[in-house]
């Protein structure tokens, strides 16, 4: 079951802009969290927010969370060729001990 | 990567075999996690386990199967009732089923012709 939906599936920008992405989801959740992965790799936790919080800042991510919308978006600043990479939310249902991941936004960063 | 490994990175085997993906931790995590990613896709879970001898089926387990007879090991075996097994499979941990922050592997491309 695919509870988190990531938009828009790619961005392309250039180096410095800022990059945002959006994650939509379905039912109640604890939290809801972000994730890094670089081709070919694992995953990288980025950042975790709580269903009772509406921002978070880690140093050039900005996260905000909005659950009467049931959606959250991820603003990475002054973006870097490293930024380079798919990006996902992960959300867990209320109730349930595991994870559900969306698609992922595919990001390039252009130097 | 942390303290996740999994082998091989690269995984190659005939239709109609089984084959065992290895996943270890040195981070002393109760949970455990298998996710199959199919090109420019998400993750789907396929089995989880929350202690040692116990585990769980996730969104796809038809196929696979999962043992957890030690905290630090949980593999993964392909079976061939798999249809369509060619993926890249990624094991995670964490500290417990509560404690959502889960770390992940290198991740092992299976192939299977």
């Known amino acids: 079951s695919q509870q988190g939906e990531e938009d828009p599936q790619a961005l392309s920008i250039q180096e410095g802009e800022n990059a945002t992405m959006n994650c939509s989801y379905k039912?109640?959740?604890?939290?809801l969290q972000w994730y890094r992965q670089n081709s070919g790799r694992g995953l990288v936790h980025l950042i975790l927010i709580r269903s009772n919080e509406r921002e978070k800042h880690s140093g050039r991510l900005r996260v905000t969370l909005d659950t009467s919308k049931k959606s959250s978006s991820l603003l990475i600043t002054a973006s870097r060729a490293a930024d380079t990479a798919s990006y996902f939310c992960?959300?867990?249902?209320?109730?349930?001990?595991?994870?559900?991941f969306g698609q992922g936004t595919r990001l390039t960063i252009n130097p | 990567d942390g303290g996740i490994t999994q082998s091989p990175k690269y995984l190659f085997r005939k239709e109609g075999q089984n084959v065992t993906l290895s996943c270890e931790q040195n981070?002393?995590?109760?949970?455990m996690y298998w996710y199959r990613q199919d090109p420019g896709q998400g993750l789907r879970l396929i089995y989880y386990?929350?202690?040692?001898?116990?585990?769980q089926k996730g969104d796809i387990a038809e196929g696979y199967s999962v043992s957890r007879e030690k905290k630090e090991s949980f593999p993964l075996t392909v079976t061939s009732a798999q249809k369509n097994p060619t993926a890249f499979y990624l094991c995670?941990?964490?500290?417990?089923?509560?404690?959502?922050?889960?770390?992940f592997g290198p991740g092992t491309r299976l192939t299977v012709t």
């Open positions: 386990s929350q202690i040692v001898n116990d585990f």
């Open positions: 039912t109640s959740i604890n939290n």
């Open positions: 995670a941990s964490s500290p417990t089923t509560d404690s959502y922050e889960q770390y």
């Open positions: 992960a959300t867990d249902a209320q109730g349930a001990q595991k994870l559900v």
């Open positions: 981070l002393n995590h109760d949970a």
